[in-house]
Nanobody, 120 residues
């Protein structure tokens, strides 16, 4: 069964770039029709969809992130990466990666999440 695992720094300073990696096991990042996404949850707030990358490498990023987010992949390592530039304390959240079920448009089999705090 597919499993996803987030990794990256726990603490980032304001104005820096956050880079998080999602490692996929049990499935291929290039599997036909597969989409892989990032979701975050700030403390005390709801879930926020950030973006996805498709099996072909095409990305869709939430416009609410004001162009600060990008998603890339490394097919040889079967992983994809979120980069979020110019971070502020408002970017403090638990960050999750998850595959997207294409038909139902639902994220499933989420990773455990990783806490990221933006603080001086």
């Amino acid at each position: 069964q597919v499993q996803l695992q987030e990794s990256g720094p726990s603490l980032v300073k304001p104005s820096q770039t956050l880079s998080l990696t999602c490692d996929i096991s049990g499935d291929s990042i290039t599997a036909t029709s597969a989409y892989w996404g990032w979701i975050r949850q700030p403390p005390g707030k709801g879930l926020e969809w950030m973006g996805v990358i498709s099996y072909s490498g095409k990305t869709y990023v939430s416009p609410s992130l004001n162009g600060r987010a990008s998603i890339s992949r490394d097919t040889s390592k079967n992983q994809f990466t979120l980069q979020l530039t110019s971070v502020t304390p408002e970017d403090t959240a638990v960050y999750y990666c998850a595959p997207l079920e294409a038909l139902a448009l639902k994220f499933h089999t989420w990773g455990p999440g990783t806490q990221v705090t933006v603080s001086p």
